[in-house]
């Protein structure tokens, strides 16, 4: 099957520095895929560069090639607005747009993108807010601040957002660090429904979350890519010397 995300020796630099070190990974279409490793591994360095968010950072390199469904992000012709639309994102700390309304910081990617027709806009919203869960406890306030939400329910409207603009891949970066242990519950069972619709993969420092959520797992250490493979399989008898080591427990 063609991997729906494909990198080969991508390296990341800030600076003088590299915090990444030549990954090669595949991801299949359909999956949830963790990234795991200790604090400073390089984790959310590698996410970001998926989305071509190190545009943004001063200082901040990548090279080798990055292929989403075959096409090149960081080709001369691919316009990095576009490819951050294709590529969603989810961050620590729930995100929504704090002046506007349930309902427009659902829709606001579409908005953004010129859609005005009232009708479309109200059936991604809800199209969006079912996929994360979040409908039933918001379609009677819709046009309330967002930030009027708990903090878990914020978090599953980020992921709506995300949704909304129907991304052919999703990345969270620790989406459940900020949230209480049922919050945490909802977004896990959530990820088994999103695979239906997109491809995801999360960062977590968390390994009973990666063991729960992911078909496989990427572990990461000092910016190197150390093993990758099916995660019940590199949970329970890892290639890797270092692997395993940090899977149970030695080291973190
Ligand atoms: N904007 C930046 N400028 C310079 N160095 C950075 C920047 N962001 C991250 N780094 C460095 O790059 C390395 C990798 O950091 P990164 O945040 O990717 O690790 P991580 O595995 O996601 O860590 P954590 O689990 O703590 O979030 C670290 O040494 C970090 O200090």
Known sequence: MTPLLSTSDVNIFYGEKQAVRGVNLEV?????????????????????????MHDLTPGARVTGQILL?????????VDPVTMRRRVGMVFQKPNPFPTMSVFDNVVSGLKLAGVRDSRRLMDVAERSLRGAALWEEVKDRLRMPATGLSGGQQQRLCIARALAVEPEILLMDEPTSALDPASTARIEDLMTDLKKVTTIIIVTHNMHQAARVS???????????????????????????????????RFG
């Open 215 to 249: 078909d496989t797992t990427s572990f990461f250490l000092n910016g190197d890519l150390v093993e990758h493979g099916v995660t019940d399989q590199l949970f329970t008898s890892p290639r890797d010397g270092r692997t395993e080591a940090y899977v149970t427990g």
């Open 69 to 77: 469904d075959g096409e090149d992000v960081y080709g001369p012709d």
């Open 28 to 52: 299949q279409r359909g999956s949830v895929n963790a990234l795991i490793g200790p604090s400073g591994c390089g984790k959310t360095t590698f996410l970001r560069a998926i989305n071509r």
